[in-house]
């Protein structure tokens, strides 16, 4: 790629466009806005805060690191630089050290469109895609509301500590149905899981399997490659 700058030319090869990655940390209820805070302060210009709650019972094979409480998720975009910045700020002041105070990571984050406050950004969307080999992987599956808790039971079988349910709305083309002629979208549930890279094929297989994923309006299963990581216990 060759860009002209000052009237001189500038050979970028590989197109360096920043690095965006997805910051995602998941806390106890009424905390999100202190991570935004702490967020803000290392140039993170906004988030999103979802309400969800976690499924982790032993505390002594506890991943995530939470039980059985009312969560929230806070989702920040930003390129790598402050995302790095971001997470040990966030670490050291809600001492995610210890356990129970929560858990942080980043995912890497391929195009982005609809923002222009995400650092310096020169382009409309990413197309870089980061090359860090990833210990951990977090796993995404969106059912019907009420299946959420089926999920975990077959994620559990396959060796899954635990996860974070989220309550969501779904507007596929097979997840609606009809009430005096208006379409009628019913609640979903999104459940996120952090795996170890080893365990995530046998984790995805299960619930696959078991939720009849295959199904149309059954659901759907992706996988996030983590970058980065705060707060795991094993």
Known sequence: MEIKKGGARIMNQKCKLPQIELIQVIVNLGLGSKVLKIAKKQGVTGGTIYLGRGTVQSKLLNLFAISEIRKEIVMMLTTSNVARKTMDAIYQELHLEKPNHGIAFTTSVSMLAGTRNVGEIVDKKIV??????????????????????????????????????INARGSGIHETTKLFAMDIEPEKEKVMILSEEQYTKGIVDKIYEELEIDKPGNGIIFVQDVLQTYGIYK
């Open 128 to 165: 870089q895609r980061s090359e860090v080999t990833s210990m951990y992987q977090n796993i995404i599956i969106i059912v019907d509301k009420g299946k959420a808790e089926n999920v975990m039971e077959a994620a559990k079988k396959a060796g899954a500590k635990g996860g974070t349910i």
